[in-house]
């Protein structure tokens, strides 16, 4: 019967992505292509404006 | 009436008590400490992630004081131990890309103009200090895979001369690092970055309309 433990001891230790010099995890990548992504939609997405927000915006300093 | 007549003296003079009343006092303009309204151009999510920043900051903070309440015994075997442990993870996960979103969108709008060169460099040795408490923290697991990192870590510290007062082959050195010294370091340079946005205010975009004169005069001498 094969427990946790032995299956985590034979679990690979991962996929990277090699490009010259360059050797990172597919998880790594992953994390910093979402992020990447993140950055994107916070600058294109539209702030909800609550009720009470002057349509001109909020205090101009 | 010679003790009213030395008080009146010392508060014409000033002492410690009055220089550190006035220094707080002034630390940031009226009503800036806590604002509840913000400049128009604030209304972006590029301006969010500064107080995620600080929200998983916080996450990490209590999750860490939890799991060092509990233990390494704890955090290994339990389940409400491993689920803190996660949690200590993933909030710190979190805090470092929210952290980094934060400073691409600080760069990209070049968030040192305006008298804020100070909140930028507290800013850096905020991303600095806490890459340093994070690598300490992977160090303090107490499991194979912090053996591994501080083996692996050792020759380079090493060789940047730095290995005898910072020795990452002793768990508790590190541990202690990790859960005092790095902690109090991060936490008061995000006090202070956070005092400095207040004063100074949120930085405008590039292209937009700069700050009023009224402001520019009150950010006179402050830096």
Do not use: C
């Not at chain 2, 209304?43 to 900051?57: D, E, N, P, R």
């Not at chain 2, 600080?106 to 690598?135: D, P, Y």
Request: glycine fraction near 10%; avoid cysteine; hydrophobic fraction near 50%.
């Amino acid at each position: 019967m094969t427990t946790f433990s032995t299956v985590l001891a034979a679990a690979p230790s991962g996929h990277y992505v090699q490009w010259g010099v360059i050797s990172i995890s597919v998880t790594n990548l992953a994390i910093i292509g979402g992020m990447l992504v993140l950055f994107v939609l916070a600058l294109l997405v539209p702030f909800p404006r609550g009720p009470h927000d002057r349509s001109g915006g909020g205090e101009q300093r | 009436m010679t003790t009213e007549l030395r008080t009146a003296g010392a508060s014409e003079r000033g002492n410690w008590t009055t220089w550190l009343r006035t220094r707080l006092t002034r630390m940031v303009p009226p009503g800036q400490a806590l604002p509840d309204r913000q400049p128009a151009y604030v209304a972006s999510w590029i301006y969010v992630f500064g107080v995620a920043s600080i929200a998983a900051l916080l996450a990490v903070l209590l999750t860490g004081a939890w799991l060092a309440l509990g233990g390494a015994t704890w955090w290994h075997v339990s389940n409400l131990g491993h689920f803190v442990n996660s949690m200590h993870l993933w909030s710190t996960e979190l805090f470092f890309v929210f952290m980094v979103l934060h400073l691409w969108g600080q760069f990209w709008m070049a968030a040192w103009r305006g008298r804020r060169t100070l909140t930028w460099v507290t800013g850096v040795i905020a991303f600095l200090a806490s890459i340093g408490t994070a690598f300490t923290g992977y160090l303090s697991q107490s499991n194979f895979d912090a053996q591994w990192i501080s083996t692996q870590a050792k020759d380079g510290l090493n060789a940047v001369a730095i290995g005898a007062w910072f020795n990452v082959l002793n768990p508790a050195q590190m541990l202690l690092w990790h859960v005092v010294l790095l902690p109090l370091a991060v936490g008061l340079i995000v006090l202070v970055h956070v005092i400095l946005v207040r004063r100074h205010g949120v930085v405008p975009p590039i292209d937009a309309e700069q700050d009023r004169p009224e402001r520019a005069v009150a950010d006179e001498g402050r830096h």
